[in-house]
C-alpha cells in the first residue's frame, strides 16, 4: 500500500490534519483529522510502500502497546484511510 501522494499532512496548532494540497491549491472541503500516532504513522510511511505487520511493529516500538492492540488499531485505521481515499492499495 501507499499514501495518496496528493494529500499533505499539516499540523495546525495541536491538530494534525491531512488536505488535498494537490497543485498548491488546499482543498478545505475535504480536511481529515489525526490523532498523534496516526500522524506519527504517516509521516513515517512517507513516499514508501507499507504493510500492516510494519506499522503494528512501527507502533510496538514507538509507543510501547501491545502487537494485539496496535493490530486492532492499525487495521481499523487503515480501513478509514482506504474508505476516505487516503490510501492507494
Known amino acids: 500500500m501507499k499514501l495518496n ?3 499533505d499532512l499539516r499540523k495546525i496548532g ?6 488535498n494540497g494537490d497543485a498548491g491549491n ?3 472541503v475535504r480536511v481529515f483529522s ?3 500516532p496516526a500522524a506519527w ?3 513515517r510511511i512517507g513516499e514508501n510502500d507499507f504493510t500492516i505487520d510494519l506499522l503494528v511493529d512501527w507502533l510496538c516500538e514507538e509507543y510501547d ?5 496496535a493490530r486492532k488499531d ?3 485505521l487503515i480501513d478509514i484511510w482506504t474508505k ?3 490510501v492507494d492499495a
Open 34 to 36: 489525526l490523532n498523534e
Open 26 to 28: 488546499v482543498d478545505m
Open 5 to 7: 501522494r496528493k494529500l
Open 41 to 43: 504513522l504517516w509521516q
Open 14 to 19: 495541536n491538530k494534525y490534519m491531512i488536505v
Open 65 to 69: 502497546v501491545a502487537a494485539e492492540t
Open 84 to 86: 476516505c481515499g487516503l
Open 74 to 76: 492499525v487495521v481499523a
